[in-house]
């Protein structure tokens, strides 16, 4: 028996978000800026999750371990939203946050060698 989902107010708002932010980017200068600022954002977080293990020396393993994890979950998610209904923009907002955090730990990780 599948347990749906029940239709409160916070189920049926973020659906419209979603919609609403698909039909947003149906421009492809809106969808291509959108990915190019959540890319930019994803190099920010991994720029800075490199370099605040790299300050701090004291759980360089847990840090990759947590960032690893983080990143398979992405992944993970991106096999969901291609299997449900959603719009495609939401699977490629998560590819360009994830493309952009592995780029940016990867970075960080060339400039402590």
Do not use: C, H
């Not at 978000?17 to 990915?35: F, Q, T």
């Not at 960032?67 to 449900?84: G, M, T, Y």
């Amino acid at each position: 028996m599948a347990l749906r989902m029940q239709k409160t107010f916070l189920y049926k708002s973020s659906t419209k978000i979603v919609d609403r932010l698909a039909n947003w980017a149906a421009n492809p200068w809106r969808r291509y800026s959108l990915l190019a600022i959540i890319f930019l954002i994803g190099f920010l977080v991994g720029s800075s999750l490199g370099m605040i293990n790299g300050v701090l020396a004291l759980m360089d393993p847990v840090g990759a371990f947590i960032a690893l994890i983080f990143l398979e979950l992405l992944i993970q998610a991106r096999f969901v939203f291609l299997k449900s209904n959603k719009p495609i923009i939401l699977v490629r907002v998560f590819d360009m946050f994830r493309i952009g955090l592995a780029y940016g730990l990867f970075s960080e990780g060339l400039k402590l060698l």
